[in-house]
């Protein structure tokens, strides 16, 4: 199995959204994956014009000179995609847009019909495999998720790829600062196993995604936490 994993943190390996991903690439080549790992940060990739290029005169093809030429043949051979961004303004970053954005020279241009929707159909070649999401919050609440989960969820299906579940882990910034107070190691093994899982099974069960979200302070420490750390700055 192919996977190819974009992490559209701009804190790369140092973020926790690269923490997180770190568990779950050792989990997906525990299962015999053969995982790549893309960092939007390193990439010179424009924002789409809008020109519909891709779509008539150059089809298939981009008229923008830049590293998304050498993403695309990644994205179109990825039996399990997944997109590692922490939550940014309730949604994805940026950079991990615009790369998401790139994405229609995969696909053509005239409308098929799919689950009763409109849809683009995916050029020959270009496989219709899976998508999964890796996200941290700085928030406590779960539902901070929500936005960006319904936003992978449409995408998924505008892609034609099946949306298998997100690896999600709230206030994640807490961790590291407890350090050898606490004890996350079951959290960080979930995460491994969650990557296991979908190499194995196509999907993650669950009872692991829950651990990997599960309370680890009370919400008054953490305000009591952000209102000391930061103050009145
Ligand atoms: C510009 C910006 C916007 C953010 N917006 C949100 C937000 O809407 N909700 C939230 O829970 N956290 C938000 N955060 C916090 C990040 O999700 C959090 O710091 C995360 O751990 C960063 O991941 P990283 O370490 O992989 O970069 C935001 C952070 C930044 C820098």
Same mark, same amino acid.
Do not use: E, H, P, Q
């Given at each position: 199995m192919k996977v190819l994993v974009i992490n559209g943190s701009p804190r790369k390996d140092r973020g926790h959204t690269g923490a997180a991903l770190g568990h779950l690439v050792k989990g997906m080549e525990k299962g015999g994956a053969e995982v790549r790992t893309i960092y939007t #940060? %390193? &990439?010179?990739?424009? %924002?789409? #014009? /809008?020109?519909?290029?891709?779509w008539t005169n150059t089809p298939g093809k981009c008229i923008q000179d830049d590293d998304m030429a050498g993403v695309m043949g990644l994205l179109a051979d990825a039996d399990l995609l997944i997109l590692g961004t922490p939550v940014y303004v309730d949604g994805m970053t940026g950079s991990m847009k615009t790369l998401l954005d790139r994405f229609i020279p995969l696909l053509h241009g005239r409308f098929v019909l799919r689950d009763d929707h409109c849809r683009h159909p995916l050029r020959e070649?270009?496989? +219709? /495999?899976?998508? +999964? &999401?890796v996200s941290v919050s700085g928030f406590t609440e779960i539902d901070n998720f929500d936005p960006l989960i319904t936003h992978v969820k449409a995408l998924s299906r505008n892609m034609n790829r099946e949306y298998v579940g997100a690896v999600v882990r709230p206030v994640a910034w807490m961790m590291p600062n407890m350090e050898g107070k606490a004890d996350f190691s079951d959290i960080s093994e979930a995460i491994v196993e969650a990557g296991l899982q979908l190499v194995k099974d196509g999907r993650m069960k669950p009872e692991t995604l829950q651990t990997i979200s599960r309370e680890i302070v009370p919400r008054d420490m953490v305000l009591s936490i952000m209102g000391e750390y930061y103050g009145d700055k």
């Open positions: #940060r %390193d &990439l010179n990739i424009g %924002d789409c #014009r /809008g020109c519909f290029n891709c070649g270009v496989k +219709a /495999g899976k998508v +999964a &999401l």
